[in-house]
């Protein structure tokens, strides 16, 4: 039990922070991984290039979101204490870790391992260069911070998202109502173009009416008008006492003067007010 508490590494892997273009990272160290990764949150926020992966592989157990398939690799240059070095890294979704370090770094560098005090030792420019892990508080208080940030991380792209979609529905509501607006201006524009077209075509047909009653029923009527006082005045001509053989003449002639009098002005008034005699 006594050396269980001593030897604090026995059940941890090789945890550790180095500098990657100047931002402090975390790194792992892990024989079972068969490729260097790196997160890809890393890489976005680093804005290095990627290229395409020259052995595309497929990994499960960085994470549950189920089977991954690295397609894309970066030049990643860090450093840890004096050991400064460059790796190609598979980019991943990372969540425990910012870099791991797997086979292809440990045959490369020819890196060698001390299990008890989990060490890992290589040459490195004629220098033997000695990498040692942190304790176990303080990977515990790594972790609890690279959970915290990545909650934030969550929240924030959670809150841009909604913006974004409210951005982009207020844009679609504000498209709509512009053209709505746009049609109904255009619906009031023909209205009111047809209102001007029939107001003008009754205008049209009002003084066409006008005229029509200015130049016939009135010379008409005048003309009738006129009739009656000849036929007056040839009644007139007879004299006051006309003989014998013409008086039924004449009486039937004053008779038909009166009844064409009498229609001669119910014509003009029907003429002087259409509206009346549509009624009627």
Known sequence: MEEEVKN?????????????????CTLVVDGASCDNLVSATLVKELKVETFNHPRPCKLQWLNTCGELKVN???????MIGDYKDEVICGVVPLHACRIILGRPWLC???VL???GKNHYSLKW??????????EPSQVLKEQMSSRTSLKNAKRKSKDERQKKERSEGEKSDNSRVEKGENV????SELSQEKSEELDK???EKKVEKQKEIEDFPYSNATNLSSFSSCFVSCVGNFGEEPSSNIQPTLKSLKEDQS????ELMEFIEQIQDPGSRASE
Request: one cysteine or more.
């Open 8 to 24: 604090t590494q026995r059940h941890n892997i090789f945890y550790t922070r180095c500098l990657i273009l100047d931002r402090m």
């Open 72 to 78: 894309k690799v970066v030049k990643i240059p860090f």
């Open 108 to 110: 490369d560098r020819d």
């Open 113 to 115: 391992h001390q299990g």
């Open 125 to 134: 420019k004629g220098k033997l260069v000695t990498l040692e892990p942190l």
């Open 184 to 187: 109904w201006s255009e619906v």
């Open 201 to 203: 075509k009754m205008r």
């Open 259 to 262: 009844i064409f009098s009498r």
